[in-house]
T-cell receptor, first 118, second 113 residues
Framework: GAVVSQHPSWVICKSGTSVKIECRSL??????MFWYRQFPKQSLMLMAT?????????EQGVEKDKFLINHASLTLSTLTVTSAHPEDSSFYIC??????????????FGDGTRLSIL | AQTVTQSQPEMSVQEAETVTLSCTYD???????LFWYKQPPSRQMILVIR????KQQNATENRFSVNFQKAAKSFSLKISDSQLGDAAMYFC??????????WGAGTKLIIKP
């Protein structure tokens, strides 16, 4: 149980295009989802916290207009990288907090998306 | 603000031996969770073990155990009988009342056959 599906797993696109990454909780509802970015050989960096039905909370230094987050349902959050450029190339990971659990339960992670901008 | 420090960028151990990965943290909260995550080359984040701050007993999961020293704010991971499949990046993480994870820089574990 508690499976998080992230799609696509790898995407290559041209500079200037927009890319959407989906994060789905398959067997549970998730009021809160988190989006992370990870550079090679580095740790995870929290980009934003996504809450169903409300605006995402972005961490300091993360461009809201560049990284659009939508959490329209209890099982789906999307991250759209708008007008992507090579410096946006990275590994993006989402995680989800099950609605039915208290704060003592761990987040469940997707398998990540490797984004390469040419 | 909470911080997590992993001072060992890389560790190596002979297969079947025991290795300990270090982690220290700083917080003013009294109730929190600590985690060790494993990230193999596939980059999937795998929860290895977790510890509740109010529990004095150290958590254990098969070959993985922790040494949790609350006063010293230390949370080390011991891997016994190391196996080739244990090779990965290991991240220590703190989670407080706001449910956000604070991550350490990671330790790359190399298993020598």
């Amino acid at each position: 149980g508690a499976v998080v599906s992230q799609h696509p797993s790898w995407v290559i696109c041209k500079s200037g295009t927009s890319v959407k990454i989906e994060c789905r909780s398959l067997d549970f509802q998730a009021t809160t989802m988190f989006w992370y970015r990870q550079f090679p050989k580095q740790s995870l960096m929290l980009m934003a916290t996504s809450n169903e039905g409300s605006k995402a909370t972005y961490e300091q230094g993360v461009e809201k207009d560049k990284f659009l987050i939508n959490h329209a349902s209890l099982t789906l959050s999307t991250l759209t990288v708008t007008s992507a450029h090579p410096e946006d190339s990275s590994f993006y990971i989402c995680s989800a907090r099950p609605t039915w659990t208290g704060w003592r339960q761990p987040q469940h992670f997707g398998d990540g998306t490797r984004l390469s901008i040419l | 603000a909470q911080t997590v420090t992993q001072s060992q960028p890389e560790m190596s151990v002979q297969e079947a031996e025991t290795v300990t990965l270090s982690c220290t943290y700083d917080t003013s909260e009294s109730d929190y969770y600590l985690f060790w995550y494993k990230q193999p080359p596939s980059r999937q984040m795998i929860l290895v073990i977790r510890q509740e701050a109010y529990k004095q007993q150290n958590a254990t999961e098969n070959r993985f155990s922790v040494n949790f020293q609350k006063a010293a704010k230390s949370f080390s991971l011991k891997i016994s009988d190391s196996q080739l499949g244990d090779a990965a990046m290991y991240f220590c993480a703190y989670r407080g009342s706001n449910y956000q994870l604070i991550w350490g820089a990671g330790t790359k574990l190399i298993i020598k056959p």
